[in-house]
């Protein structure tokens, strides 16, 4: 049974450059959930996609955006990068995003963004 | 505004050594409080999960301890090891909207020989 798996694990960019990270949940999961973490911080939450559509965003320019397929599979997409935007990009997936229950998040190992 | 506060920010101990991590939260609605660790580098990985009425929990030598009322978790970490170097991420989950997270910024520990 796959866990959560990101691509690619590294990536340089310069300034102004678009970027596309790639996220594949686990097995099961139908749920997205996509978090900055920036070096000593804990993550900041950018946005959940469920059932195709971005159903909760956090406090992130428009710059970001994102994409899901029916696959469930995700994408984060940045556009005309900063200096700050250099990060470790992290991909959660859970089953559904009603949480009434406990439910787990299971991260992915992350995208080390370095922008240049 | 929801906030997860952590301390300490870092922490070194030796080897065999108990140690505590605190969490302090101002998260509502509350729905679960949840322990993660963070090797550097790496994803987070869950440790424990409680809810409401779960005052404690244990995962083979982490224990976590939940104070709904005065919004108090705590992570001890018996006869640690130094593989138990890395960040412990204290989070929280709002059950007003869509399983909504919010992250403290960790405890940074370092277990030395």
């Known amino acids: 049974d796959a866990g959560v798996t990101q691509s690619p694990t590294h990536l340089i960019k310069t300034r102004g450059q678009q970027v596309t990270l790639r996220c594949s949940p686990k097995?099961?999961?139908?749920?997205v959930s996509w978090y900055q973490q920036a070096l000593g911080q804990g993550p900041q939450f950018i946005f959940q996609?469920?059932?195709?559509?971005?159903?909760q965003r956090g406090n992130f320019p428009d710059r970001f955006s994102g994409h899901q397929f029916p696959n469930y599979s995700s994408e984060l997409n940045v556009n005309a990068l900063l200096l700050g935007d250099s990060a470790l990009y992290l991909c959660?997936?859970?089953?559904?995003?009603?949480?009434?229950?406990?439910?787990?998040?299971?991260f992915g190992p992350g995208t080390r963004l370095t922008v240049l | 505004k929801n906030q997860v506060e952590q301390s300490p920010q870092s922490l070194i101990i030796l080897e065999g050594k108990n140690c505590t991590l605190q969490?302090?939260?101002?998260?509502?609605?509350?729905?679960?409080l949840r322990w993660y660790k963070q090797d550097t580098g790496r994803g987070p990985v869950s440790l424990t999960i409680?809810?409401?009425?779960?005052n404690t929990k244990s995962n083979g030598r982490y224990t976590a301890t939940l104070d709904a009322d005065t919004k108090q978790s705590s992570l001890h970490i018996t006869a640690s090891q130094l593989s138990d170097s890395a960040s412990y991420i204290c989070?929280?989950?709002?059950?007003?909207?869509?399983?909504?997270?919010?992250f403290g910024a960790g405890t940074r520990l370092a277990v030395h020989p």
């Open positions: 969490c302090n939260y101002t998260v509502s609605p509350f729905s679960n």
């Open positions: 989070v929280v989950s709002s059950s007003g909207g869509y399983n909504k997270l919010i």
């Open positions: 409680m809810t409401f009425s779960e």
């Open positions: 097995s099961g999961h139908d749920t």
């Open positions: 959660a997936s859970s089953l559904s995003p009603s949480g009434r229950r406990a439910d787990t998040q299971y």
């Open positions: 996609y469920y059932e195709e559509e971005e159903r």
